[in-house]
């Protein structure tokens, strides 16, 4: 049994789940529509703490700080343990083993996929788990954009098509991360402060901030469940390196666009999949990364970022028509985005971008 399986376990039986919240010392528990309320063991705040009975998305609401995340997670938060400490625990509540299944399939090929996951560490996007919630992870937020967000020329209309919101408890711009296929499913939910530079740096404050544990960037892409349509029509895909590129596209289109994010520079296997997976071969791949990208050097001073770039685009290249945006006119400061400077500059760029055989 995984921990998916456990979680659909748990998930058929309303009364499992109030056995799981009482188990690690939940107590005053009730019901108010679709969530299962209590208090935390230390304290008789029966609100404090909240449990999704169709997605065991949890909130604990707590002095200095909200955690959210799966049930899991909050059994590991209370029992202060590891995952694996907490999936045993949980397992152990229902009197379930490791090989329970939920129902018996057989598969014929079962053998040889158990060869090629032992020798193969590439992960698949059909093995790999993510914890999904659903919109009600955002209800904590208010569900109107920031006015740095307009400052950064992104506009109103795009931030409501991303569900951005804001977080006045931590005072942070709140992007949330959709599944790559589903526009309703939230797998991730990124909070950038809003304070300044100086702020950060003297009280040690995390520009950014994870709200749902455990999420990996690495098997999603930001905006790409929002750009498929679209770079199915255009033929094109821009890969950028972070959400608000993404979201300063989709301004510049009138929502539109056919961009996503990595979340970075690299882009992993599970990401690479899921765009080959989903984008018919006559789509076209760019690599829009930043400037200090392209202008990265090694440890002897020589430059290696158009060679990183050509690297990164060759593994689409093969498949597809694939090219990579160089800044060779210096058209861009040190940190930007090709997309930073404006609708004019990055067309430039785009139109200047070089092809990879």
């Not at 990401?271 to 829009?288: G, N, R, S, T």
């Amino acid at each position: 049994m995984n921990s998916h399986e456990l979680k659909e376990y748990i998930l058929e039986d309303r009364d499992r789940i109030i056995k799981v919240m009482e188990s690690v010392g939940i107590h005053r528990i009730w019901e108010t529509g679709d969530e299962l309320r209590g208090a935390p063991p230390e304290t008789e705040n029966h609100t404090a703490i909240s449990v999704n009975t169709n997605t065991l998305f949890c909130r604990y609401y707590k002095r200095d700080e909200t955690f959210r995340g799966g049930i899991i997670d909050l059994v590991m938060l209370i029992r202060k343990e590891t995952f694996t400490e907490s999936f045993r625990f949980i397992r152990s509540l229902f009197g379930l083993s490791g090989k329970f299944v939920k129902e018996k399939r057989i598969d014929p090929l079962a053998k040889f996929k158990g060869i090629r996951k032992n020798s193969k560490p590439v992960a698949n996007i059909n093995e790999i788990e993510v914890s999904k919630f659903g919109m009600e992870s955002l209800s904590d937020f208010i569900m109107l954009p920031h006015i740095n967000l307009f400052h950064e020329g992104i506009m109103p209309a795009t931030a409501e098509l991303f569900n951005i919101c804001y977080d006045p408890q931590l005072d942070r711009i709140i992007f949330p991360h959709h599944n790559y296929d589903d526009k309703n499913v939230i797998v991730g939910i990124t909070g950038r402060t809003t304070r300044s530079s100086e702020e950060v740096k003297q009280l040690m404050i995390p520009k950014y901030w994870n709200y749902i544990s455990g999420y990996k960037k690495m098997y999603n892409l930001y905006g790409f469940i929002f750009a498929l349509e679209n770079a199915i029509k255009n033929r094109m895909l821009v890969i950028f390196e972070a959400e608000k590129s993404v979201l300063k596209d989709f301004t510049q289109t009138r929502n539109k666009g056919y961009s996503c994010a990595v979340g970075g520079h690299e882009i992993s296997d599970v990401q690479l999949q899921i765009i080959m997976k989903h984008l018919p071969v006559d789509v076209e791949v760019v690599i829009a990364f930043d400037k200090d990208v392209m202008t990265m050097v090694d440890d002897d001073g020589n430059h290696i970022g158009e060679d990183f770039l050509i690297r990164t685009t060759k593994r689409f290249s093969k498949y597809r028509s694939a090219s990579y945006i160089y800044d060779s006119d210096n058209l861009l400061e040190e940190f930007d985005s090709p997309i930073d400077k404006g609708y004019k500059v990055y067309h430039e760029l785009l139109n200047n971008r070089r092809e990879v055989s």
